[in-house]
């Protein structure tokens, strides 16, 4: 079982930022693709932002030109780089990725954009 865990969620007023962390238990380079998706209260589980295995990313509209994702091999660790925060962004942010072993989410990180 690939664990995989979310940090650096929290709140932040609108137009601010914020740099969200998952750790994986294994090397994310074994990944066919990792990816950042919210659920927001109410609404469905929403992808946010992809990464693959040979670095295409691919982002929602709603947050292309404000969120980027990244990856460090070294640390097994994908980011998701939140700026100019609305607050529709408001939502759990679940990482998730998938291999030759299925599918792993993370038990997600709250993030809260409001003045």
């Known amino acids: 079982q690939v664990q995989l865990v979310e940090s650096g969620g929290g709140s932040v007023q609108p137009g601010g930022s914020l740099r969200l962390s998952c750790a994986a238990s294994?090397?994310?380079?074994?990944?066919?693709?990792m990816g950042w998706h919210r659920q927001a209260p109410g609404k469905q589980r929403e992808l946010v932002a992809v990464i693959t295995s040979g670095g295409t990313t691919n982002y929602a509209a709603s947050v292309k030109g404000r969120f980027t994702i990244s990856r460090d091999d070294a640390k097994n660790t994908v980011y998701l780089h939140m700026n100019s925060l609305k607050t529709e962004d408001t939502a759990v942010y679940y990482c998730n990725g998938a291999g030759v072993w299925g599918q792993s989410w993370g038990q997600g990180t709250q993030v809260t954009v409001s003045s």
């Open positions: 294994r090397n994310i380079g074994s990944f066919n693709y």
